[in-house]
């Protein structure tokens, strides 16, 4: 008999959980071995499944796909399919669904999640779901807090509400998803397996990865480019109370290639200054080998400067006296970090560029930093190199008719993508008009990428800049007050098919943004409040409302 795949015993389940999978699985392979069938026999019969996702940044999306590429090989019927495409009566109609969730900004829903979760969520109006299977696999960064994986949460306990029936736990996954990612999977597609009937269970050897290697030599986020540091500039003037920077990467050598709107993943480091401050205050020695998150030893204050994410130690006096080893136990692995990227690679050849704001403030008397920023802005000096691999943000693209309208709303360091945007568009000759809103808080010294933004007014590639400086005037303007100013001509360029899009802060811009738009389209479009929300609902589903917000 081939070797059961046994659950892991870090596996989120109960050990009567466990021993019943473990069993479970056993049996299936020993009526697969009965059958006379192997590992590689396809069923005769396929059963129809279901991969639903809620994607913002792109991680649920590729986690589905693959997913559904895996499950057709073990002999199911199987579709990955957007939140935004599908309602409740498609779920009924499959049974079978496995659902893939995000979660973004506040505890709130992928954008593309959004139209699905209103539909479930209506009182009295539900529909029910009866008769469907499903389970749940959230995505989420436990560094959130209360609204850790929350919309993956939320619609568990909706699909719960309304009848259907949870064939495994909701699987909650941290930044670091990969390991948790296989065992949700392999039990999932197990479980809904018609193991009732003669036909074997396909048993694939290799469950679903979130790793995709480009090639087996290529660079990804296991296997990283070091790229060299070639530009770090600063965007503001003198009098500025911001620190925002231009930084430049080097992919010579790389083969390596990305499309605007996609996101450049960098590998930093801590501040060796704030981890001899933690160390000390622990009264630990900085030569003492620990382990290592991803194996092998290191000397702790190497292992914490590289290795380990120190943020939640910084400005804390520590309590108990632990060991080392407890001590370095309880500190999660020091993650790198995705930057929107700005520019074109079609106008800057083997380079990639950032706009990146340096996070710097002081509470109760301790200077905080923010990691990655000081880490580009202070600490990486011209010529050397750092991890540098991409992240595919398939939800965040200009339209493939390039004679489209497009409207690009980037107050701050949202400037960085739609400084790519137009490169692009000027680079490919894109015939479709161009709108940028920016904003920060001085025209004199926080207008980012100011002479390029202006000689593009010059050239006519932008056919409109709408620019807001909060503090130039007494009353405070931001890119929200601008759009609501110009609802009139926003709104014949919407008509016009224009794409919309939004980048920046998520807590409160692209919110504010939101309800700009949806008062534009009532008050310039003649629309009621329910006809406004539908209107954006279906700028959605044809991606002509795109948010790349943080």
């Not at 002999?75 to 496995?98: C, I, T, W, Y």
């Not at 303007?477 to 998520?506: K, N, P």
């Amino acid at each position: 008999m081939p070797q059961v795949p046994l659950i892991p015993e870090n596996a989120p389940f109960t050990s009567e959980q466990r021993a019943w999978l473990n069993g479970f699985l056993a049996g299936v392979l020993s009526r697969g071995e009965a059958a006379g069938t192997t590992a590689l026999t396809a069923p005769v019969e396929t059963r129809p499944l279901l991969i639903a996702f809620g994607s913002q940044s792109g991680n649920a999306e590729s986690l589905a796909k693959r997913l559904a590429r895996e499950a057709t090989g073990r002999g199911f019927a199987a579709r990955a399919a957007g939140l935004d495409s599908l309602q409740p009566a498609d779920l009924v109609r499959e049974k079978n669904v496995l659902l893939i969730t995000s979660t973004w900004g506040e505890g709130d829903m992928p954008d593309n999640a959004m139209s699905f979760w209103d539909s479930i969520n209506q009182n009295g109006t539900s529909p029910k779901l009866d008769g469907v299977k499903y389970s749940v696999l959230a995505l989420g960064d436990k560094s959130y807090g209360d609204t850790f994986c929350l919309a993956g949460k939320k619609i568990d306990t909706r699909l719960t509400e309304l009848g259907a029936i949870r064939v495994t736990e909701r699987v909650d996954c941290d930044v670091e998803f990969d390991e948790l990612a296989k065992t949700w999977s392999t039990t999932a597609l197990a479980v809904l397996a018609d193991t009732s009937s003669s036909t074997a269970l396909l048993v694939a050897s290799d469950p679903i990865s979130t790793t995709q290697v480009i090639e087996e030599s290529g660079y990804s986020k296991k296997n990283p480019f070091p790229g060299a540091l070639i530009a770090n500039i600063e965007l503001n003037a003198k009098g500025s109370s911001k620190d925002t920077r231009h930084i430049a990467f080097s992919l010579a050598g790389s083969g390596l290639d990305y499309e605007v709107g996609d996101a450049l993943g960098v590998y930093v480091k801590n501040c060796p200054e704030v981890v001899d401050s933690i160390v000390a205050a622990h009264g630990f020695d900085p030569l003492t080998e620990v382990e290592l998150p991803d194996g092998g030893t290191a000397a702790l204050r190497d292992a914490m400067i590289s290795h380990y994410d120190v943020r939640q130690l910084h400005g804390v006096t520590p309590g108990n006296a632990s060991t080392v080893t407890d001590f370095v136990a309880n500190l999660r692995k020091l993650q790198p970090r995705l930057y929107s990227i700005a520019s074109s690679l079609k106008a800057h050849p083997e380079e990639v560029h950032l706009c990146v704001g340096a996070v710097r403030y002081e509470v109760h008397g301790v200077m905080h930093k923010g990691v990655a920023s000081t880490f580009l802005a202070d600490r990486l000096a011209l010529g050397e190199t750092t991890g540098l691999f991409f992240h595919v943000a398939k939800h965040f693209r200009l339209p493939t008719d390039r004679t489209k309208p497009v409207i690009m709303v980037g107050p701050g360091t949202g400037i960085a993508p739609f400084r790519a945007f137009l490169e692009e568009r000027e680079a490919t000759g894109s015939p479709g008009k161009n709108w940028l809103f920016f904003g920060d808080q001085r025209r004199t010294s926080d207008f980012l990428y100011h002479d390029q933004i202006i000689e593009w007014v010059q050239k006519g590639l932008l056919t409109r800049l709408d620019t807001a400086f909060s503090r130039d005037q007494e009353e405070k303007i931001y890119v929200q007050t601008r759009m609501l100013q110009a609802a009139s001509e926003l709104w014949q360029w919407l008509e016009e098919g224009a794409h919309f899009y939004v980048c920046g802060d998520a807590k409160r811009m692209a919110k504010d943004v939101d309800a700009a738009l949806h008062e534009i389209i009532q008050t310039a479009g003649g629309r009621s409040a329910e006809e406004a929300v539908a209107y954006i609902a279906d700028m959605k589903k044809n991606k002509r409302y795109q948010r790349d917000v943080y």
